[in-house]
């Protein structure tokens, strides 16, 4: 059994979208969700599905020796990063190598960096007069949205979209590929 820790620090739909994936599976869950936000709806989302969640505090999360030993009382052996905008202290990334993603809402390389997540991705998008978005999911490494790509998917942008019509298809595309994609990588991680 492979446990999943999904890091989330919003509303967490794609956290409620891949616990509700991988529900009843006999070798991969979700065993915990973690947020440095105490108010995070992720933590209600959590208590729908029966997982543990918890809150680390940026201050606590940045140190890095905390979030170890919850990682390793929960037997993590692989890291969702759903929506969690803190930077990764190297030691946790040091610690969980390829066994770690991320989903940004965007083509990367472009739309990528400090700053762009949410609808600050989605604004630049539309005022780009880009005619294509999507997601891009990939490991995390000691820089923001740089580590190896693992996968992408696209979407349409007409000119007539707002931004909150680039947010919708670009959920879409998440709820849509993010789970199987995990599962995949997953898999990929116990053959190496
Ligand atoms: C998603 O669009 C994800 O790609 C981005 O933040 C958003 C989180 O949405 N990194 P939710 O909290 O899963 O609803």
């Not at 915990?32 to 108010?39: P, R, T, V």
């Not at 707002?162 to 990929?188: C, M, N, S, W």
Request: proline share 4%.
């Amino acid at each position: 059994m492979i446990n999943i820790a999904i890091f989330a620090s919003g509303s967490g739909s794609n956290a409620e979208n891949i616990a509700e994936y991988f529900s009843g599976n006999k070798e991969i869950q979700i065993s915990l969700i973690l947020s440095n936000k105490a108010d995070a709806f992720v933590h209600e989302r959590a208590k729908k599905w029966g997982i543990p969640s918890l809150t680390c505090p940026k201050k606590e999360f940045d140190e890095g020796k905390r979030i170890l030993e919850i990682l390793r009382d929960h037997n993590i052996g692989f890291i969702v990063l759903a929506g969690f905008l803190l930077k990764i202290p190297d030691t946790l990334i040091e610690t969980f190598p390829k066994k770690m993603i991320n989903i940004h809402p965007a083509l990367l390389p472009k739309y990528g960096g400090k700053g762009m997540y949410g609808d600050h991705v989605h604004k630049a998008v539309v005022a780009a007069g880009e005619t294509e978005s999507g997601i891009t999911i990939h490991y995390v490494n000691e820089h923001y949205d740089e580590g190896q790509v693992i996968f992408q998917a696209k979407c349409e942008v007409l000119p007539t979209d707002t931004f909150e019509d680039v947010a919708r298809k670009v959920h879409k595309l998440e709820y849509l590929h993010f789970p199987k994609v995990i599962e995949q990588t997953i898999g990929a991680a116990q053959k190496r």
